[in-house]
């Protein structure tokens, strides 16, 4: 995997998938976990060339010395020196999950930098949009028909008031289907560091009021896409999130849950092919 410093000296590693035209796609993975389980976006890298970042602390990339650089708003730092370790005057930037977070703190500070900005079931700390148990709620009923609704929604309901912490019950709600291929990969996504994922939303991490101002002057086209059943990222916050942007579009895949690219490969790739050009 070819590697980069960061600026406080940590070596920073990245995959590189597919050989699409036009530059490559800088693509952010959530967690904070490496980016294997982002695979190739289901078939992406046939339209751009993919630059998948390991944040530091994961997967290639090396543990930093000072642990507190874990923390949100300071990873934006290494995604400012990939870009200029690819020789990229602007790059298009593609965030998953919490590593939306980053990209949007990124288009926050340099909106010069952002071609076009792919927000995938996004994460909305970094924008201060609560979201509540009752519209996670009302997203997982829609799942009441599926056989293991019963343990999973008790689960979730159990995470959500604070009394308990079993995420692998909650697992089939993060998938649009929980059949074989599903289970497969959820199986095989490797757990993050969890001293990098305790230490990402740290005091100061994010700076809502500031990141929301920016955001309303941020000329890049953006993309906000999430799955109708969606747990993590549902559809209403993602509407409110669209609401920052001045040119901003928000898109529902139906049938689909957190990882949008797993459940519909062909219409998540044509949509998110089709913003990015």
Not at 243 to 255: C, H, K
Request: glycine share 12%; proline share 7%.
């Amino acid at each position: 995997m070819p590697t980069f410093s960061a600026p406080d000296g940590t070596l920073l590693a990245y995959r590189v998938a597919g050989d699409g035209g036009g530059d490559p796609v800088v693509c952010l993975p959530g967690g904070p976990t490496d980016s294997a389980y982002l695979g190739d976006l289901g078939g992406l890298s046939a339209h751009r060339r993919l630059i998948l970042l390991d944040p530091r602390g994961t997967g290639r990339s090396a543990i930093p010395e000072d642990i507190a650089s874990y923390r949100c708003d300071r990873l934006t730092d290494d995604v400012e020196a990939l870009r200029d370790h690819l020789g990229l005057a602007r790059m298009d930037l593609l965030g998953h999950s919490a590593g939306t977070n980053i990209a949007t703190q990124y288009a926050a500070r340099h909106p010069h930098r952002v071609g076009r900005l792919a927000l995938i079931g996004p994460g909305t700390r970094a924008v201060g949009i609560a979201i509540t148990g009752e519209t996670r709620r009302e997203i997982a009923r829609l799942r009441e028909d599926e056989p293991w609704f019963p343990a999973a929604f008790a689960a979730l309901e159990a995470i959500t008031e604070g009394t308990g912490d079993d995420w692998e019950a909650v697992a089939p709600f993060f998938h649009g289907r929980w059949d074989a291929a599903a289970q497969k990969h959820h199986a095989s996504s490797r757990p993050g560091n969890e001293e990098a994922v305790a230490l990402f939303a740290a005091e100061g991490a994010f700076h809502p009021e500031s990141t929301r101002a920016a955001l309303a002057a941020c000329e890049a086209p953006v993309l906000l896409l999430t799955g109708e059943f969606d747990v993590n990222s549902p559809p209403r916050s993602a509407s409110e999130f669209a609401g920052l942007f001045p040119d901003a579009t928000l898109v529902v895949q139906s049938g689909a849950g957190h990882r949008p690219w797993l459940d519909d490969a062909g219409r998540f790739v044509a949509t998110t092919a089709a913003f990015l050009g």
